[in-house]
């Protein structure tokens, strides 16, 4: 007789059935503005997943302005659930971004709220409270905020059933990130017998860059926490000295680091379609 630790071993959960909603100029330009880094949607979806069942993402926004036009081509990447709020003014037109957005929602609710669980709003606008509250409390749903932080409404953080805030550590940590890795790349392909050893690198890395030395320590203190970079003790000349050495295939496997020469790449061609149905072989539907 099979055990009833075996039978819940093998059961398998269920994720809660989820659509998402995307305020994209929010979450683009408070990113870009406030932390000067740019949406990792991948990461995104993939952080859902690990909890949700996702049938569907929708990205709203005036892809007119600024870089945003650039953007389009990475979402459809993972979809083509993409609405243009662009008015054909001048003005700023924000309030109607949220107005589509908002009107989505409640239509999704309508059409197909008996086969959702989850509502994902990706905003930080207070003018999402009342929808929030109306799926929480009328319809019964669970609703998750995901927004920057810095620019999220006090009220609709109270509101949602649960948040999460952008960027985290690791997002936020990024640019450091690809500071550091440039610099120990150089030093192990020099043709000098040169060693990196923590402190060096973290002046080397600020000075060079002309970043603050604090958040260099940081993002090299975590890269080595997390396993990507890790310490040697080594003999030179009569001395014990401490250095620090790269893994190469983590860091590249999980997107830690991109060479130079890939994002030169990535700038002149154009990238490869790929199905949202694809991110990390996670089969995410979509209900159009």
Aim: glycine share 4%.
């Amino acid at each position: 007789m099979k055990s009833i630790f075996n039978f819940l071993k093998n059961k398998t959960i269920k994720k809660p059935r989820t659509v998402a909603f995307v305020d994209y100029e929010h979450w683009y330009i408070s990113l870009e503005n406030m932390y000067h880094i740019k949406p990792d949607i991948k990461g995104w979806i993939n952080e859902m997943s690990e909890t949700m069942d996702v049938k569907g993402i929708w990205f709203f926004g005036d892809f007119s302005k600024g870089e945003l036009p650039a953007e389009i081509q990475k979402i459809r990447a993972f979809t083509n659930n993409i609405i243009d709020t662009k008015t054909g003014t001048t003005r700023v037109q924000k309030d109607f971004t949220d107005f589509i957005m908002l009107d989505n929602i409640y239509q999704k609710v309508w059409e197909n709220g008996d086969n959702i669980d989850n509502f994902v709003i990706f905003t930080g606008d207070g003018h999402f409270y009342s929808v929030v509250s109306f799926l929480k409390n009328v319809c019964k749903k669970e609703v998750v905020i995901y927004a920057v932080k810095g620019a999220f409404s006090n009220q609709l953080k109270a509101t949602a059933s649960r948040w999460i805030e952008y960027p985290n550590d690791k997002e936020r940590m990024k640019p450091y990130f690809q500071m550091i890795l440039n610099s120990m790349y150089h030093v192990e392909k020099s043709s000098k017998p040169m060693k990196a050893t923590f402190i060096k690198t973290v002046e080397q890395v600020s000075a060079y860059n002309n970043t603050p030395i604090d958040e260099v320590r940081g993002a090299l203190q975590w890269l080595v926490d997390n396993g990507y970079i890790t310490r040697q003790t080594e003999q030179s000349f009569g001395k014990v000295i401490s250095t620090i050495s790269v893994e190469w295939h983590n860091v590249l496997a999980d997107g830690i680091w991109i060479p130079e020469k890939q994002k030169e790449m990535s700038k002149t061609q154009p990238s490869k379609k790929k199905s949202l149905y694809t991110v990390k072989k996670r089969h995410i539907k979509e209900h159009k």
